[in-house]
């Protein structure tokens, strides 16, 4: 059975660091791409990362290129977010999703079929 389990979230001061954790299980990273959103109160779902099933290749919104940065250990089967320079705007329920043999920009603009439960990251001082 497909688990996505998001975990390392918290509170933070603006400008501090966090890095979240995706651990998945009965699937592999080497065939599924994950992607990390973010929904705030009130707002629409946002796409902030991905990492592609083939190549592990990488994409960010641009609300958090330079700031923020995924990666994944294929032998640990999860993956990272590290989220440095933390802004208020970042304060959201993120969550990972997994979709099969696809890249960023299909998981980014349609979603995917898998999803966690969320972290709550709340930035504020």
């Known amino acids: 059975q497909l688990q996505l389990v998001e975990s390392g979230g918290g509170l933070v001061r603006p400008g501090g660091s966090l890095r979240l954790s995706c651990a998945a299980s009965?699937?592999?990273?080497?065939?599924?791409?994950i992607g990390w959103f973010r929904q705030a109160p009130g707002k629409e779902r946002e796409g902030v990362s991905c990492v592609s099933s083939v190549g592990g290749l990488t994409d960010y919104a641009d609300s958090v290129k330079g700031r923020f940065t995924i990666s994944r250990d294929i032998t640990e089967n999860t993956v990272y977010l590290q989220m440095n320079s933390l802004k208020p705007e970042d304060t959201a329920v993120y969550y990972c999703?997994?979709?099969?043999?696809?890249?960023?920009?299909?998981?980014?603009?349609?979603?995917?079929?898998?999803w966690g439960k969320g972290t709550l990251v709340t930035v504020s001082s």
């Open positions: 009965g699937l592999s990273l080497n065939s599924y791409a």
């Open positions: 999703a997994a979709q099969y043999d696809s890249d960023c920009f299909y998981i980014i603009t349609f979603g995917a079929d898998n």
